[in-house]
């Protein structure tokens, strides 16, 4: 059984490490991987933007532990949410809002309130319930505990808005900067569909007109934009950091301008 | 069997994964986990701090291989040591000093010096132990090599002062900063039951008289203690780094004054 | 079976969280090995040294996928290629340079041409071959697929001349910086055969005359040679960073004058 790790605990801390030896105390055959730890710390809405991009790709049934928690140890829930196919482990702050809006299968959601507190580490601090409560919790249900053993069944958790464009003239979208990548490329809100005919992209002062299909065809020193892995719009150079070069960050706002006659 | 690492190597570099492939040669259903790779370079004591925080979590008998080598290929010795239930592998230079320091049992530590070059790589660089030395050794231990069959048992292994601290007044004790977290948390060598009653914790000119139990009870930009997952005093800002506010590092004199009356 | 990762993807987006997911959906029972995600992007070169300095250490019939990939997308080739008892499955630009020259067994190199788009996810993006194309044929080589069934057989795959020293006076080698591991050590391109009898290194308007045979020999700030884990000769200070100090980065040019009489 496949357990994914998300959080903001960065890896100079023995905080991941400690989490690995629990869980493998607990399902010494679990396989463990990282998707990443540099999350910003304290946010929420990173992390749940990354896990979307990266969970539909393991098996169905990998059971994902998802921790950027600035309300550890006070009263917000610990949850388990079987969700698309797959199985979440988080506190109730809202980091499951991408994978809850993407493909939404109404019929397929069921969460659960952590407070079994058998399944737990045998002291709980207020600081590292990462240690203490998610990491023990997936490790049973690795081990095959069914999700419903952890607590009670909840119907009202925590669904932040994710950010969508918005219509703002008749032929122009107000997107936003979702994040920015190792390289540079300018990972938006806005779907490839959005693109057809011609098309205008403004941001930071800029207009990008020109999208390629592959990095390498455009020039060098040119922005354009692109359909990046994750299935939004990306705006790119080629070999360079768009992102730095425009001094743009996530949060940004990014509008489009369609002008062409065969959209 | 599992085998952790934790080392001053870096993630840029090929060593730690070099390592991992001459452990899974030697021992190929070994289950190996990073605690971290990001000790400061040569930082022995750091490595030591950090190690202590995370071998607990791991099963019994779980093999950790511990390198920060200052001193590698000079006559300091490779040693591979029992304790705590644990077994750990290292150079002799101290780096084991916390994990002898807390709860030790006088009857289960044993210490034998690595000199068995049929558990070596067949070539020995002068520079990297961890992948010549240490991890094939780790990997015959996995493998059910007793530990005896390394070399000779000794007992003159390196162990350097864990600070502790001391009363410096009748109600004051001197502490120290141990370590800085990811998220700034200043990490102490006070321990909880220190601060009983009221009291005052300075440090770099500020004083601290709140202490919380969970991070979002205080006020934002308030400074606060609150026991940590370690089980030390952390000195904390409720979602801010505390280090960068008060310009503190590790090694940086912390005070507490206990007037209460309650203590 | 082990399959390794060199990527320049970083670790704080998901995409190597994402490939691993991909491998374990396809190859559950494959071990996955990071050798680092580091590398500057787009330098291929950087890439090559670093693969070259890891691959061997890991048991023959490893396959290791190694992607810094600046044409993803673009007309360049992805191949498999067996080499030296390993399999490596990389974007055909000349990142196994350094395997290939390293040894050569004329005999024992063949390679592919991937197009068998069975063995390929679903869905190929034009911008993370990593996760489409690389990861699922490393997968299913894992699994037992033969490396001919990715495609037909090519003998036109790319090399680049991997920078070795040459002599521009009759006593003298010119050499280059390979690169600058994380303690700041200069590793060149000279082996340690050249320095045999007296010699002197000049780099950056400094000369070193000493070699020692480990860090510790060294007195506190003194610059020497010291043969290195890669088989290199590296340019070093005891506990300190020569690059920093020397303000030296990769591609620095490094002469060596041997004067000895007894070279």
């Known amino acids: 059984m496949i357990i994914t790790l998300t959080t903001d605990f960065g890896l100079s801390d023995p905080f991941v490490g400690t989490m690995k030896g629990v869980i493998l105390a607990i399902a010494p055959s679990a396989s463990i991987v990282d998707i990443?730890?540099?999350?910003?710390?304290y946010d929420v809405m990173e992390g749940a933007f990354i896990l979307d991009g990266a969970y539909r790709y393991f098996p169905e049934g990998t059971i994902h532990v998802v921790i950027v928690d600035p309300g550890v140890g006070s009263a917000r829930r610990p949850i388990a949410m079987a969700t698309q196919g797959h199985i979440f482990v988080a506190p109730d702050n809202g980091i499951l809002s991408f994978v809850l809006d993407s493909d939404p299968r109404p019929t397929g959601t069921s969460a659960y309130h952590i407070t079994n507190r058998s399944l737990f580490n045998s002291q709980i601090s207020n600081t590292f319930h990462g240690r203490d409560i998610f990491a023990p919790v997936a490790a049973h249900l690795a081990r095959g505990a069914p999700i419903d053993s952890v607590g009670p069944?909840?119907?009202?958790?925590?669904?932040?808005?994710?950010?969508k464009p918005r219509l703002i003239r008749p032929d122009t979208l107000l997107g936003t900067a979702l994040r920015v990548d190792k390289f540079g490329n300018i990972i938006t809100n806005i779907r490839p569909e959005s693109l057809k005919g011609d098309f205008a992209i403004r941001v930071a002062g800029l207009e990008i007109r020109r999208r390629v299909s592959n990095y390498a065809e455009a020039d060098q020193g040119e922005f354009f934009a692109i359909e990046g892995s994750s299935g939004y719009i990306e705006l790119a150079l080629n070999q360079g950091s768009a992102a730095e070069?425009?001094?743009?960050?996530r949060g940004a706002e990014i509008e489009v301008e369609t002008t062409g006659t065969n959209q």
Chains 1, 2, 3 share one sequence.
């Open 36 to 41: 990443t730890h540099d999350i910003n710390s």
């Open 245 to 249: 070069r425009l001094n743009v960050g």
């Open 153 to 163: 069944l909840i119907v009202d958790y925590k669904k932040k808005l994710v950010p």
